[in-house]
Nanobody, 116 residues
Framework: QVQLVESGGGLVQPGGSLRLSCAAS????????MGWYRQAPGKQRELVAG???????NYVDSVKGRFTISRDNAKNTVYLQMNSLKPEDTAVYYC??????????WGQGTQVTVSS
């Protein structure tokens, strides 16, 4: 049974940092390419960062230079280091394959709130 467990969210002031973690488990879940998504209230879920099996990464423009995605294959864990956080980064953050659809399994996500 597939499980994606996101953690590390919280309340942080603008300009602060957080590090999110996502542990993937379950037979059949291919821990190859992984991505971090976020969904703000009233908005669609968007892919903000991806990391591919060869280690290459890509980011949505709004987080470039501030967020860094990384992975530990031995632990089946993907991370998202978020620096210089802005109020518009407030959202529930999820991890999954970059090609995941709303019909796929999703974890519970982790809430990130950026506010003074």
């Amino acid at each position: 049974q597939v499980q994606l467990v996101e953690s590390g969210g919280g309340l942080v002031q603008p300009g602060g940092s957080l590090r999110l973690s996502c542990a993937a488990s379950g037979s059949g879940y291919r821990f190859n390419a992984m991505g971090w998504y976020r969904q703000a209230p009233g908005k669609q879920r968007e892919l903000v960062a991806g990391i591919w099996s060869g280690g290459s990464t890509n980011y949505v423009d709004s987080v470039k230079g501030r967020f860094t995605i990384s992975r530990d294959n031995a632990k089946n864990t993907v991370y998202l280091q978020m620096n210089s956080l802005k109020p518009e980064d407030t959202a529930v953050y999820y991890c999954n394959h970059p090609w995941a659809t709303p019909a796929d399994y999703w974890g519970q996500g982790t809430q990130v709130t950026v506010s003074s």
